[in-house]
């Protein structure tokens, strides 16, 4: 399995990077975790244009799920089409909100590209790879996923407070993704994003080898971010994310 990070900005696109998009490929299948706005340009560098053969989306804040919108027109408009529909995994209201966002009455909707596929918490599979989603603490229904094949497997929080969840479905990842969007300060709002910090404390507890903090607000100095999460009390290995960046899990 190898992942490749595509987009790790939070909330927006940052000059470096697109927001949230994470290609995970194995055995000639691309899957996508999260589709978010800036990612669909970036994604070229690595895989050919019609390669995706699969996406689950965390949730539907824009920066996850916008670029959903221009694949549809790729899939439904390219020269060499028509191509088959990509399985889409996402929170319950995704095809109607997708749908919305595209918003073009006279043309087809985004079901002529996608199959969509309501989530709920479990584990399921997706072409070679075996998907575990689990439901997250943020505002809105969000997953967070788990991918495991040949024995490895990456975690990714999606967006999230504090979870035990979360704790729970990365345990002894090999590589956890988590986000960490706020710069720490006593008075944290709960029920919305992670500090370095507590990314880091998330990843002590859950044991992983890897921690990717990802997620990273373009507002933020992200080295004072990872200098945060190294008083988490993690000690295994952890590093920023960075768009291009590509890990190979064996
Ligand atoms: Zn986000
Ligand atoms: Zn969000």
Not at 22 to 40: I, K, P, V
């Amino acid at each position: 399995m190898k992942l490749t990070i595509i987009g790790c900005s939070g909330s927006f696109p940052g000059p470096d990077s697109p927001s949230s998009c994470y290609l995970l490929e194995a055995e000639g299948f691309r899957m996508l975790l999260d589709f978010g706005n800036g990612a669909l340009g970036a994604l070229q560098r690595h895989i050919g244009l019609y390669d995706v053969d699969a996406i689950c989306l965390s949730h539907l804040h824009a920066d996850h799920c916008l670029d959903m919108c221009p694949y549809h027109v790729v899939r439904t408009y390219s020269p060499v089409g028509p191509l088959p529909k990509v399985p889409v995994y996402g929170p319950s209201d995704a095809r109607r909100r997708l749908n919305s966002a595209y918003a073009m009455p006279d043309e087809p909707s985004l079901d002529t590209a996608f199959d969509f596929v309501e989530l709920t918490p479990g584990t399921f599979e997706v072409g070679p790879f075996e998907v575990t989603a689990a439901l997250m603490n943020h505002p809105v229904e969000t997953y967070g996923f788990r991918v495991s094949h040949g024995g490895r497997s990456v975690a990714y929080s999606g967006d999230t407070g504090e979870s035990a969840e979360l704790v729970k479905l990365a345990s002894g990842a090999d590589v956890f993704l988590c986000e960490a969007s706020h710069l720490d300060r006593p008075d944290l709002p709960s029920g919305l994003h992670l500090s370095g910090r507590q990314a880091a404390e998330h990843a002590a507890r859950a044991d992983v080898e890897t921690l990717v903090l990802t997620h990273l607000v373009p507002w933020n100095d992200s080295d004072r971010v990872l200098e945060e999460a190294r008083g988490g009390g993690f000690g295994g290995r952890m590093e920023l994310a960075r768009s291009g960046a590509g890990y190979d899990l064996g």
